[in-house]
Each structure stands twice: as structure tokens, then as C-alpha cells.
T-cell receptor, first 110, second 116 residues
Framework: SQQGEEDPQALSIQEGENATMNCSYKTSINNLQWYRQNSGRGLVHLILIRSNEREKHSGRLRVTLDTSKKSSSLLITASRAADTASYFCATDATGNKLTFGGGTRVLVKP | DTEVTQTPKHLVMGMTNKKSLKCEQHMGHRAMYWYKQKAKKPPELMFVYSYEKLSINESVPSRFSPECPNSSLLNLHLHALQPEDSALYLC???????????????FGPGTRLTVL
């Protein structure tokens, strides 16, 4: 079952613009992770934010976490055509179980 | 070596066939996972192995049989599959959460399975 819901389901932007996607989840978490998946391939880990953190940066990526609202956002700044992919949030609650949200498909047009 | 490898890349099988998917990592990770992913859907957890022992089985049908022969290898044995089992099967590994407190998953490229 999905823990997270992502919004929007799809996003189309021009190269150079920023892309923002949101993730909501239902239960308490230890951390929330974001992954990228290029078409039909394996997932690549982007960033992990722990439940006691509010914001984290990695290169052109900025992730926020609001545990009171059970939500997170991923911002990609100055997007490039190579950022075209599906982006998934995933919540890590107990044990070794990581549960993925529905994903946001991002298309960056050159 | 920070790579998870999976073989084969593609597999086509009939409903009466028996086949196996293989996954290997040499990062010293003690947790390994199988996920199933249908088109335009998120990965769904199937099995988790922790220190070579099956720790989570997400009510997967018995026609899928996992095996972890050692800390580097993970297999998924397939038998009498149905066409609806066609999907991308992803293997992943991580530090075990008991020792890491929240672990990044390293994913393999997946096996694209088609059941005829």
C-alpha cells in the first residue's frame, strides 16, 4: 500500500525553470527519502531528510519536511533536460520497510 | 563498488516455466529487497532480507520464492506465473536499519519480465 501521495502527478516545464513537487504521508516516520527514476530503469537516491530536520539541500535540490502537516516538498532549481524523470518520495517508518508514493513525472523541455 | 547488478535484463517466460532472477551487491549491505513495479506506478515491496533471513514478506503469492544464499546474493525464483505478473522487478540493498537508523536504498537496473 502507498504511504505517500504525490502532487502533481505530472509536470511539464521549460529548461531553466524550477520544478516543485509535493508529497503527503499518513503515519509517523523516521525519515523521508526522494528518488529519481529514468524511464524503465532503477531508482537513484537523491536525498534523505530525517524527521527532526526541516530543510536539506543537495546541489540544485532543496527538500523540506513538515512533520506537523505530514508533508514534504522537492524543489529542483534551474532544471535541465536531463532532469526529465519520475520522482518518488518514500517514507521509512519501521524496520526496513520503505514505502513509495505515487510519483511525479517531470518533463523538462529544451 | 557501489553498484547493484541484476540479471537478466529482460526475461520472457511462459506460464509453465521456471526461471530465476539474480541480484548481487558488494557494498557489505546486510539488507536486501525485492520490489515489483508496474508501468507508471511506484515500486511495491515484495520481500526484505535482513542478515540473510527473510524479515518481511508482503503477502506475495507462493509462485514467487525468494532466496538469499549469502550476504551478497539475492535470488527470486519464479514458477507458474500469470500474465499479470509481467512487470519490472527491482532489487535493492542497504545498510540494515538496526545499525544505521534509516538507510538509503541502492537499486539495481531491474529485470523486465514478460509472462506470456
Amino acid at each position: 500500500s502507498q504511504q505517500g501521495e504525490e502532487d502533481p502527478q505530472a509536470l511539464s516545464i521549460q529548461e531553466g525553470e524550477n520544478a516543485t513537487m509535493n508529497c503527503s504521508y499518513k503515519t509517523s516516520i523516521n525519515n523521508l527519502q526522494w528518488y529519481r527514476q529514468n524511464s524503465g530503469r532503477g531508482l537513484v537516491h537523491l536525498i534523505l531528510i530525517r524527521s527532526n530536520e526541516r530543510e536539506k539541500h543537495s546541489g540544485r535540490l532543496r527538500v523540506t519536511l513538515d512533520t506537523s502537516k505530514k508533508s514534504s516538498s522537492l524543489l529542483i532549481t534551474a532544471s535541465r533536460a536531463a532532469d526529465t524523470a519520475s520522482y518518488f518520495c518514500a517514507t521509512d517508518a519501521t524496520g526496513n520497510k520503505l514505502t513509495f508514493g505515487g510519483g511525479t513525472r517531470v518533463l523538462v523541455k529544451p | 563498488d557501489t553498484e547493484v547488478t541484476q540479471t537478466p535484463k529482460h526475461l520472457v517466460m511462459g506460464m509453465t516455466n521456471k526461471k530465476s532472477l539474480k541480484c548481487e551487491q558488494h557494498m557489505g549491505h546486510r539488507a536486501m529487497y525485492w520490489y515489483k513495479q508496474k508501468a507508471k506506478k511506484p515500486p511495491e515491496l515484495m520481500f526484505v532480507y535482513s542478515y540473510e533471513k527473510l524479515s518481511i514478506n508482503e503477502s506475495v503469492p507462493s509462485r514467487f520464492s525468494p532466496e538469499c544464499p549469502n550476504s551478497s546474493l539475492l535470488n527470486l525464483h519464479l514458477h507458474a506465473l500469470q500474465p499479470e505478473d509481467s512487470a519490472l522487478y527491482l532489487c535493492a540493498s542497504s545498510q540494515d536499519r538496526r545499525t544505521s537508523g534509516g538507510a538509503t536504498r541502492f537499486f539495481g537496473p531491474g529485470t523486465r519480465l514478460t509472462v506470456l
